[in-house]
């Protein structure tokens, strides 16, 4: 026996009889039939391959198109491939993919933007391009109109070319693991605050542990609305630990801190405007956090006294009782706009969705389609 013929046999011998032309032919067939009750369809080349997540927090695969991928001679073609873990669904629901996935072959070949969101949400327009190929759409959270199922008519027509597909799906890929998923610790959206004038921002939760933020205007600090400004400390109010020529200055800091009623300026003489202690300042005169829970408003008028505390550091501006004016109520038409323009805030311009929170500035898209894009 020559070594030639010694080693066809040996491969003859080892190679395993396995084999997944079977498998790829019935779903080469399957694409034609498609073609052939709707000729707009183009020749694809059809592959299979992986479809398993490569984060955590991300679905499986089953199908994917992907236009002028292949190069055949002097011809662009696109690709479908169809994932291997999909494989093991019913055959149905395989060839249902393919349909799936011929609707995304046909908007390419019209022209029709039929996704967003890196290809992940389904627009009205596929739903609209799925119902001309024979098929029925539900609207997903995430996804849009992507879940797709045949109708009764589709699925008589394509009876055959199902049963062709069961006798061939022998195969079927397992899923990778994509290990555990990290789970979100930030907050994007930060600490709504506001000062005593009353204005607001959103502050970073970092940066807000880091130090108070003081208003210009009012010289008061950007503090959260559930905070009790009164009572609450913030931890860099505390006295730092001084050293050398700083000793007298602090000594005299303990003084005052030690003897509220040197903020006792009731002529404003000290302080050129009348200025009380701490919870010593007259009846008739109110912060604007204690006219606004009477429903009251400075209404235009000037600071008449002022409050301060905590070494001066600290000052609560007062106005007259008398001279308050009820809070504005907003009108019906105030209310829808502001509702309106809330609304437009939370609502992500890609997926089209209202979010239970602020679409942030930074990333201009919703959490979810963010996740997506990373």
Known sequence: MSTAAHTTDLTRTCQNPVSTAALVGALESAWAAIRAQHTEIPAVVLIVGSGSPTKPNQGMKWGHFAALRW???????????????????EPEAVFTTLLHEATHALADVRGIQDTSRQGRWHNKRFATLAAELGMSTTKDDKLGYSPCTLTDITRARYRAVITDLTEALRFYRHPEPTGEGKQRTNNNNGVS?????????????????????VCAVCAAAFLPEDIDRDTYEHPTFATGTTTGDDHQ????????????????????????????????????????????????????QDPAAQILWRRGKRVAYLYRLDLAQPKRT????????????????????????????????RTGTCLDCTEGTR
Do not use: N, W
């Open 71 to 89: 190069q055949h001679g002097d011809t662009q073609l696109p690709e479908i491939l169809i994932s291997g873990e999909g494989l093991s669904r």
């Open 193 to 213: 605050c506001e000062c005593e004038c009353p204005r607001k921002l959103r502050i970073a939760v970092t940066a807000f542990e880091e130090g108070p933020i």
């Open 330 to 361: 907003a009108t019906a038409a105030q209310l829808a706009a502001i509702h309106k323009a809330l609304t437009a805030r939370r609502t992500c311009p890609d997926c089209g969705q209202v979010k239970p929170y602020y679409i942030p500035r």
């Open 249 to 300: 200055d602090q000594d005299d800091a303990d003084d005052s801190e030690d003897d509220p009623m040197v903020f006792y300026d009731p002529t404003g003489e000290r302080y050129g405007l009348p200025t009380y202690p701490y919870k010593l300042a007259p009846g008739d005169l109110l912060t604007r956090r204690q006219l606004r829970a009477r429903q009251l408003r400075p209404g235009g």
